[in-house]
């Protein structure tokens, strides 16, 4: 099983160094006759935000280099099984329309509420869309500093805002509270969710991504390259 030194988290995009026995672990099983062996890989994303696992196994001939090491030293050491044929990667599932970006350019709250609406597409659009709502109103808090009150009186207000925000964005956000808010009953007050579909509550994800970037992360990289470029305008001064 091939694993790069510097690896990608599948979830958030963070990259990170390698390490086994910290971010990394292995293990190995073989038959007692030592004909067939099986290869697993646990590596856990080192982000304080993203801390999620992910599981790859492996199926061979058992390698040599397993003989004589201690449970403890299987853990820390890395195989390559000779003839393997079978590998896959067992965690994360699919995870449908998630963009990758640099999660340490997104507020934990927002990216929180994007990658569980993300997670639910697929099994509860109806979910989904709610998780995604809740992150849409984190992102406009975020963005705009507004007092805390119920999301579409945050609306109202935003679109109230000559020239800080353009119709078609108020728009979308309007689009994504629909879909995913819920319904009360008016005989006993219980609340449900109101009935979404997959292309809908694709949509909402699409609207969030799309403000995303233009929020924060497209900000975050323009600082950066400003940031980049003081500093070698500053050493060209010395």
Not at 39 to 65: D, N, R
Request: aromatic share 8%; hydrophobic share 40%.
């Amino acid at each position: 099983m091939k694993i790069d030194p510097v690896h990608k988290c599948p979830y958030c995009g963070y990259v990170y160094q390698v390490v086994f026995g910290e971010n990394t672990f292995s293990n190995l099983f073989s038959d007692p006759r030592g004909r067939v062996a099986v290869h697993s890989i646990i590596q856990v994303c080192p982000h304080i935000v993203c801390g999620k696992t992910e599981v790859s196994v492996e199926a061979g001939l058992p390698p040599a280099a397993q003989k004589g090491r201690s449970e403890a030293e299987r853990a820390k050491a890395r195989y390559d099984l000779p003839n393997s044929f079978f590998s896959s990667r067992l965690l994360p599932s699919e995870v449908s329309g998630k963009r990758e970006f640099n999660v340490s350019d997104v507020p934990e709250t927002v990216f929180r509420d994007y990658d569980e609406a993300c997670r639910l597409l697929r099994t509860s659009p109806c979910a989904s869309a709610t998780y995604a709502r809740r992150c849409l109103q984190a992102m406009v808090r975020k963005k705009f500093k507004l007092k805390p009150g119920k999301f579409q009186n945050e609306i109202k207000a935003l679109s109230s805002m000559n020239g800080v925000i353009r119709q078609e964005v108020v728009d979308a956000l309007e689009y994504v509270r629909k879909m995913g808010r819920f319904r009360a009953m008016p005989d006993d007050d219980v609340k449900v969710l109101v009935d979404v579909s997959y292309d809908e509550a694709q949509q909402t994800i699409d609207v969030i991504e799309a403000l995303m970037f233009d929020w924060f992360i497209a900000p975050a990289e323009r600082d950066k390259r400003v940031g980049a470029l003081k500093a070698i305008i500053e050493s060209k001064k010395q």
